[in-house]
């Protein structure tokens, strides 16, 4: 979030503290989530460490407690994207699919960047994801 759109949600925020209308509580709702992390965020961002490090057990299971906690939408497709990775790595091709499925279930826009699309286990498969919708 840029400064100046920080400081405007900060102003609007204050503006609204003694209104308490229907309309005003789910803005000031909406408002309060920008400002909170999802609760799967630290387990995603320990679950990409992991992967990271080589720890694909551990890996998928803090991806898979992220998503389980809660994440947003391009995180959940953050998540799913990895545990496709690791199904790949360990030939369980069908969980594969089903982790890349996910995620363009989430986002249908969603692309691998150019070095993991040459990847030469995950990238026919999620190519063959893609091109089935």
């Given at each position: 979030?840029?400064?100046?759109?920080?400081?405007?949600?900060?102003?609007?925020?204050?503006?609204l503290?003694?209104?308490?209308?229907?309309p005003?509580?789910?803005?000031?709702?909406?408002?309060?989530?920008?400002?909170?992390?999802n609760?799967?965020?630290?387990?995603?961002?320990?679950?990409?460490?992991?992967?990271?490090?080589?720890s694909?057990?551990?890996?998928?299971?803090r991806?898979?407690?992220?998503?389980?906690?809660?994440?947003?939408d391009?995180?959940?497709?953050?998540?799913?994207k990895?545990?496709?990775?690791?199904?790949?790595?360990?030939?369980?091709e069908?969980?594969?699919r089903?982790?890349?499925?996910a995620?363009?279930?989430?986002?249908?826009?969603?692309?691998?960047?150019?070095?993991?699309?040459?990847?030469?286990?995950w990238?026919?498969?999620?190519?063959?994801?893609?091109?089935?919708?």
């Amino acid at each position: 979030m840029t400064l100046f759109r920080l400081m405007l949600t900060a102003a609007l925020a204050a503006g609204l503290a003694g209104c308490e209308s229907a309309p005003v509580r789910e803005v000031k709702a909406q408002i309060s989530s920008l400002f909170q992390a999802n609760e799967g965020d630290a387990d995603l961002k320990a679950g990409i460490g992991a992967y990271e490090n080589g720890s694909y057990n551990e890996s998928a299971r803090r991806l898979q407690s992220a998503l389980d906690a809660g994440l947003g939408d391009s995180n959940q497709v953050r998540a799913h994207k990895y545990l496709a990775f690791i199904h790949c790595q360990a030939g369980r091709e069908r969980q594969c699919r089903d982790e890349f499925r996910a995620a363009l279930d989430i986002d249908p826009s969603f692309e691998l960047a150019a070095s993991e699309a040459g990847h030469p286990i995950w990238g026919p498969v999620f190519r063959s994801e893609k091109a089935r919708r």
